[in-house]
C-alpha cells in the first residue's frame, strides 16, 4: 500500500522560511516524477513545483519561481520544498504527489498518488 506523508507546514510570518517533506512509502519512486500541489482557502488545487526522478528537470509556477525550490532523496524516498521569502498568498495547504512515469507535470490528473496535505499559514 503506498502512503505519501507531508510534514513541516507551519505558521510563519511573511518573509519568513519553511521545509516541507514529503516521505513515501509502499513503493520505490526513483523513477516517478514527483511533485507539490496547494489548495489556498475557498480555491481550486494548483501546481506548485515538480521534480522528474533523477532530479535533471524541475519545473515552477510562475507564482513561486525563484522563492522555491523543489528537491529530492532517492535514498529515503523523500521529496523536499523549500520555500522563502514567504507572503500571505502562499497560505495553503500543500500536497505532495507521485507521478507513475518519470516525467514531470504541472497537471494534477497526471499523479496517481497523493498525500494528505499539510497546512502552510503566512501571516502578515
Known amino acids: 500500500q503506498v502512503q505519501m506523508v507531508e510534514s513541516g507546514g507551519g505558521l510563519v510570518h511573511t518573509g519568513g522560511s519553511l521545509r516541507l517533506s514529503c516521505s513515501a512509502s509502499?513503493?520505490?519512486?526513483?523513477?516517478?516524477?514527483m511533485g507539490w500541489f496547494r489548495q489556498p482557502p475557498g480555491k481550486d488545487r494548483e501546481f506548485v513545483a515538480a521534480?522528474?526522478?533523477?532530479?535533471?528537470?524541475?519545473i515552477y509556477s510562475e507564482s513561486v519561481k525563484g522563492r522555491f525550490t523543489i528537491a529530492r532523496d532517492n535514498t529515503k524516498n523523500t521529496v523536499y520544498l523549500q520555500m522563502n521569502s514567504l507572503k500571505p498568498e502562499d497560505t495553503a495547504v500543500y500536497y505532495c504527489?507521485?507521478?507513475?512515469?518519470?516525467?514531470?507535470?504541472?497537471?494534477?490528473?497526471?499523479?496517481?498518488?497523493w498525500g494528505q496535505g499539510t497546512q502552510v499559514t503566512v501571516s502578515s
Open positions: 504527489a507521485a507521478k507513475a512515469s518519470w516525467y514531470p507535470s504541472s497537471r494534477a490528473d497526471d499523479y496517481r498518488y
Open positions: 509502499g513503493r520505490t519512486f526513483s523513477t516517478s516524477a
Open positions: 521534480i522528474r526522478g533523477d532530479s535533471s528537470v524541475t
